[in-house]
């Protein structure tokens, strides 16, 4: 994180096939899962894009996903707000992913799956308290983007947090949501550099305010 391969990082995955991922293993004391972000990382993870996903037999359905902040090894400030779980991104190209668990693969291509983070979800945007996450239909499709002080003093002046206010389509109807990156967070090791870089969530075709 804060090299230069990692200003915009996106992992997409293709033609995949999960399996036997099951969390009543070895007794529910080794809870496995196909996905599933690093507890130990606070401060960034890259957006994901799926596509021809298979979900093969013994993969449970509360195994696919879990972003929860219960897991072993999370980082305390995870526990408060972090950006590498409120700004996480996963998004079903094709449909393949079924984050809406209507079987066979045949889930809504463009549909997307957060971080629990209410504030960037929209009004019809499904809580899914087993992976610690939200699902959204594809009438959200929201994009991740980077925020970033290229001043030359970026790896030392802290700036933030950064606010991002999504207006809503319907202003006289609709509510607005506002989100925020709080950025990386200090490292114990004394030559660790602060990297002035926010990860944010947009909507496309939709008016937003940022405040830094």
Known sequence: YGVVGAAHAEVHLDGVTFAHFNSSACGGSQRSAAILNNPTNPDYSPSLHFSGVSWGAGSRWEDRFNFRLDKPNTH???????????????????????????????????????GSNPSVAGPNCASRAEWGGLVCGPELPLRRGD??????????????????????????????????SVGPFAEPCSLQKHYGQFPVLFAPGRTHELRV
Do not use: W, Y
Request: charge should be positive.
């Open 147 to 180: 925020v970033q002080n290229r001043d030359r003093d970026r790896d030392f002046r802290r700036i933030g947090p950064v606010h991002v206010k999504r207006i809503a389509a319907n202003v006289a109807t609709g509510e607005n949501r506002t989100s925020f």
């Open 76 to 114: 305390v400030e995870c526990r408060n707000g972090c950006d590498a779980v409120s700004m996480l991104m996963v998004r079903d190209k094709d449909g393949s992913l079924d984050l809406h668990g209507t079987g066979g693969g045949a889930g809504e291509a463009g549909s997307t799956l957060l």
